[in-house]
């Protein structure tokens, strides 16, 4: 009786050990995905937030070309009209250049 006895102790022993390994690492594949699940969310919003932001750092660069553009044609608006008064100022010097030729 006592033999049995032994063995089923020991069945019952090595049944609970074997079911608390079994446990500890059930939870620790659970845990690990758990761990994954919520690194790759984290992740993934911070991605998000950094497409936002390239977004709205091209935009934001996108408007800064078009008015250093706008800014630049009035430049060559300006130095174009720079040129045509200087072309008058050369001309009416010339001018001045040959009355003074003929009165010295």
């Known amino acids: 009786m006592t033999a049995a006895s032994d063995d089923i102790a ?16 059930i939870t620790a594949f659970v845990a690990l995905g758990v761990y994954r699940a919520r690194h790759s969310a984290a992740r993934e919003a911070h991605y998000r937030a950094l497409a936002e932001q390239a977004g709205e750092t091209q935009a934001r660069l996108a408007e800064d070309s078009r ?8 430049l ?3 130095v174009q009209a720079t040129q045509a008064e200087l072309g008058r100022v050369r001309e009416r010097l010339t001018e001045l250049e040959r009355l003074l030729s003929q009165i010295g």
Do not use: C, F, H, P
């Open 10 to 25: 020991q069945v019952g022993i090595i049944t609970s050990t074997v079911m608390v390994i079994a446990l500890v690492a």
């Open 67 to 74: 008015q250093t553009v706008a800014e630049l044609k009035g």
């Open 76 to 78: 060559r608006s300006d």
